[in-house]
C-alpha cells in the first residue's frame, strides 16, 4: 500500500512483546490493554476493560483488519494483580 507516494508497512503479531500497549477494537467498544505474555502459539493482553488471549494468526488478522492497533506510550493499562512479578 501506498499513502501519499510513500509506501506504508504493516505491523504483524512479531511487535508484540509484554509492555506493549495495544487498543483492540471489539463489537461493543475498544479498549486499551498490555500484552502480559508471548508464548510460542498466544499472545495474552490485559486491560481494564477487556482481556484476551489470541493465537499469533489471529494478531495478525487483527492487525490487517486494523481491530488491533500498537498504541507508543509508556503506561501498563493491565491491573497491577494481571502482571508477573520480574
Avoid at 35 to 61: A, C, L, P, S
Avoid at 73 to 80: F, L, V
Wanted: proline share 5%; no cysteine.
Amino acid at each position: 500500500m501506498t499513502v501519499h507516494g510513500t509506501p506504508s508497512l504493516q505491523a504483524t503479531g512479531d511487535a508484540l512483546f509484554p509492555g506493549t500497549t495495544v487498543r483492540y477494537h471489539y463489537r461493543s467498544g475498544d479498549g486499551l490493554a498490555t500484552v502480559v505474555e508471548r508464548t510460542e502459539r498466544y499472545v495474552t493482553v490485559v486491560g481494564t476493560d477487556y482481556n484476551g488471549t489470541f493465537t499469533h494468526d489471529q494478531i495478525d488478522r487483527l492487525l490487517a483488519a486494523d481491530r488491533l492497533q500498537i498504541v507508543l506510550d509508556d503506561e501498563i493499562h493491565a491491573p497491577e494483580s494481571a502482571l508477573s512479578d520480574p
